[in-house]
Every structure is written in C-alpha cells, then in structure tokens.
C-alpha cells in the first residue's frame, strides 16, 4: 500500500535487517568469548557475571564451559597443591615433632615463592617484544598489580637481572620509579639494574645530589661505596660515571666529586684491572694531557711495587722540565694518587733498585707534583733534596740496618716533608704487611728498625694518622706468624708509639 510507514521488503540474496527494538548481541557475544578464551580465565573474580551476561547474548553454556575448561592452566592451583604434598611429606618425616632439629631447618613452604620460582623458569622476554609498538597490545592488566604487590616488585627485580634487553620489564622499572618513595627500594636491588641506563642514570643522579648536599664523612663514604658498587659492573657505566664525575669536578666546588672519581677508579682497579688505568686519558680535559696521556697511563698501569717503566718517566720528566715554563703540562695531572701511589712504591719499596735515569726522574716527578708549580722552583729543589735523604734512609732501615742517635735525630729534617713521610709509610706497609716478612725467627723476635722512623712521623705529620692505624692493626693482629712466643711482633712492642 502506497503510504505505509513499513520497511521496503529486502531485496533477493539480502538478509533481513535487524528489527530497530531488537539489540545486536554479535560483538557483545565474541568479546565474551574472547575473554573465556584467556588462560585460567575462570580463577577471574568476575566470571560469574561474564558467564551471565555471556548466556543472555544467546551464547551456549555447553560452549562456555568447554571454554573455560580448555583455558585452564591451573598454575597457582597446583603450586598450592605442591606445597601441601611438601608440607605433608615433611610433617611425617619429622616424626609429627615440629620441634626436631630437621622440621626446624625447613623453610615455610609457600606458594607464592613455588609461583616465582615457575615464573622465573618459564618467562620468555620475546613473547612481549611486539606490545609497545603500532598496533600492539601494550602492557597487560596484570602488570598493574604486580607492581603494587611487594612480592611482584621483587620479581619484577629478579627478572630484570637476568633480562637486561626485556622492554616488558623496562616499562614495569620505570613505573615503579613513578611511585613516591621507590627510589630507595629500587636503588637497593644494586647493581642487578645496571644494564637498564635509564633507570641507572637516574638513580646515579639521585646519589650525586645526595654527595653534593652531605654534610657527615661517613655519608660520604657510604655514597662512594654505592656508586663504586653500581658503575664498576661494566665498561660503559664505569666510564659514564667517571665523565660525569670529572665534569662536575672541574666546578669551584668540586673537590668531594674529584675524590669521589678517585675512589671509584681505585676500586674499579681492584675489580677490572689495569684496563681501568688505561682509560683514564678519556677523563682528562686540561691542556697538554694529549701529550703526557698516554705515558701517565702506562705509568698508572704499572705494577704496584713492580718494575717502573724508566722509559715513560724519563719522558715524563722531559715534559715537565720543559721551557719555557707555560709549555709544561698540568701538574694536576700528575697529581693523580694512582701516580703518586705508583712512583711512592717505586722509591721506596723494597727490593726497587732505582738508579740513573730513572731514580733521578722519579724524585723529580714526585719533587714537582708535591711542591707546586715554576714560581715556587725553590720549593721543589728542596723536595728534590728531601726525598733523596728520604730514599736513602728507607732503604737502609729495609734492610734492617740500625740508625744511629744521629740518623734518628737528623730524620726531623725530612720526615717534616709530608711526601718525604707518606713515602716511608708506603715502604713499611709493602714490607711489614706481607706475612713473607715474618716468616723468620729473625723478624719475628726482632722490632724492625721502621719502628723507630714511625715514632717520629705520628708527631710531624698529624694529616697522615689515619695510615697509620691501616699499617699497623694488621701486624698486630697476625699472631703466631714467624713468632716462637705465639704473639705478633708489634703487639710485644713496649715502646708505645705515640
């Protein structure tokens, strides 16, 4: 009929239109499928109400169970299963007696641990390599509350240790540090978050602001030990964070972060080896360090107490005696410990026959380091002199040669020197600290003539005290080594020695 408000009928091949009042539960019915479908999708807390609306979309329930049934893992179930079996199997082996010493050595079995541990086995970084890009999935619901549980943090920490490329595990550090007051927690996991740079930058950031506003020594100590801890585990945060270092460095205020990179290029050394002093011309930004770089590295690399290497001292001296004066190098770069540490060993160590050359350019080295620059020539010619008295009186008590009434009463003279006394405390400890020097019954029953030196210097130079301790304790404390009355050399010393 012409003017009926009725829908034309559909024309052949067409299907019927969906009558206005009558909703389209297709997309409703295939998200709900989708979500049945997903592992252990019936331990979610709301399928009971998915399985309803699911059921009023025109799904089947016979479908929904075989769903459910074939997204099934059941992990947590059978860790929970697990540890009741192990709890049971440990009951009866201790006899029902939770008091026996085997029930007491077990630890608590717990699922969650049993669940970390099969997360641990089982995660493959490469499942989640597509998810942040165009068109990915993103981070899964889950992540979330990993995240705020402690237990999942914590895994989430032993992962990336082992992961160090994962991207899933990089997004999930970089929440956590979104928290307030996560820093310090992820900061404490160390140095197993190194090869996240982001993560560890920003934690390096947090350790140098806290060294720039401390106001106690053993705070200082505690950041230095942190940051040595965490840049020593590879080449390229160990060089990242001495860069750092040496720019702040060069500030006005920069003398605590100078010590800082000194204290991490000592430990690093101790760890790495001599590759580290070899790195250390990369730092360097003061004129003339292209020319004397690479022989203060190999001078730095050296062997403590070893051999010099005479040719890059030699060469070194050269560089420093140059004229005109503004053609030296810098002397802060020969006022490195490290170099001073090295050519002090070389001096006065035992067993270094240092002669010629090479003698002559150490002290020179050591003379100009230590006293200053052109315009205070005459203090170095008196440096020069006394290291050489120096020199002389070490190696003398070295080789356990009594000094004379006089010798002791003219070592005011040079012991007044700092370098000249940091360098006879540098030969008794690579000669009194080796158990090799104690091993006779002639060093064990006799006070070496050292003692009689270290006397002297504990009241001339205050600034060295703290060696001094370092030096001695350990003698003390070797008993029974070398000695026939069981007791260590120092302690049966009844000279006092301040």
């Known amino acids: 009929m012409h003017g009926s408000d009725d829908p034309p009928a559909p024309g052949p091949g067409l299907p019927a239109p969906t009558p206005p009042d009558m909703p389209d539960h297709s997309s409703t019915l295939n998200e709900l499928e989708a979500f049945l479908r997903q592992p252990d999708a019936i331990m979610e807390p709301s399928i009971v109400d998915r399985l309803r609306e699911y059921v009023m979309a025109n799904g089947h329930p016979q479908q929904a169970v075989e769903y459910l049934s074939d997204s099934y893992q059941g992990y947590a179930q059978m860790a929970v299963l697990v540890c009741q079996w192990l709890a049971a199997v440990q009951h009866g082996a201790a006899g029902n007696d939770p008091g026996t010493p085997r029930a007491a050595s077990q630890p608590p079995l717990d699922e969650a641990s049993c669940l970390r541990e099969l997360v641990k086995e089982r995660f493959d970084p490469k499942s989640f390599h597509g998810i942040f890009s165009r068109g990915g999935a993103g981070a899964p619901p889950w992540l979330h509350s990993l995240i705020a549980d402690t237990d999942g943090r914590q895994l989430i920490y032993d992962l990336s240790g082992r992961y160090a490329n994962s991207l899933l595990l ?71 964070v001495q860069s750092v270092l040496q720019s702040l460095g060069a500030h006005p205020q920069g003398a605590r972060f100078r010590r800082l990179a000194a204290d991490l290029a000592g430990h690093a050394a101790q760890t790495q080896g001599a590759v580290v002093w070899r790195l250390s011309p990369l730092f360097w930004g003061e004129p003339g360090s292209g020319a004397v770089g690479p022989l203060l590295a190999d001078l730095m690399a050296s062997v403590e107490g070893g ?111 700092p370098i000249c006394a940091a360098g006879l405390l540098c030969g008794m400890e690579l000669r009194l600290a080796k158990p090799a020097h104690w091993s006779t019954t002639f060093h064990g029953l006799r006070l070496p003539p050292f003692l009689a030196l270290l006397r002297r210097v504990i009241p001339l130079q205050p600034q060295l005290h703290d060696e001094v301790p370092c030096l001695v304790v350990p003698c003390m404390t070797r008993d029974g080594v070398g000695c026939s009355s069981g007791g260590s050399p120092f302690a049966r010393c009844r000279s006092p020695l301040h």
Do not use: W
């Not at 030699?314 to 004229?323: F, T």
């Open 170 to 240: 990089n997004f999930a550090i970089q929440k956590i540090l979104q928290q307030p007051g996560r820093e310090a927690e992820v900061a404490a996991v160390g140095p197993r978050l190194g090869s996240y740079f982001g993560v560890f930058h920003r934690l390096m950031v947090t350790r140098l602001s806290a060294a720039l506003a401390s106001t106690s020594e053993r705070e200082l100590d505690k950041l230095s030990a942190e940051i040595q801890q965490n840049a020593s585990q590879s080449q390229h945060t160990y060089i990242h």
């Open 307 to 417: 051999p010099l290497p005479s040719l890059e001292v030699i060469r070194l001296c050269a560089l420093y005696g140059a004229e005109p004066a503004e053609a030296r190098p810098s002397l802060d770069l020969l006022r490195h410990p490290r170099v001073f540490r090295v050519l002090l060993a070389a001096l006065f160590g035992p067993g270094q026959g240092l002669a010629g050359q090479a003698l002559a350019g150490a002290v020179e080295l050591l003379a100009r380091a230590a006293a200053g620059g052109p315009e205070r020539e005459a203090a170095v010619e008196a440096t020069r002199a006394a290291l050489m008295g120096a020199v002389t009186l070490t190696r003398k008590a070295l080789h356990d040669a009594k000094l004379s009434a006089e010798e002791l009463e003219g070592t005011g003279e040079v012991l007044t020197v």
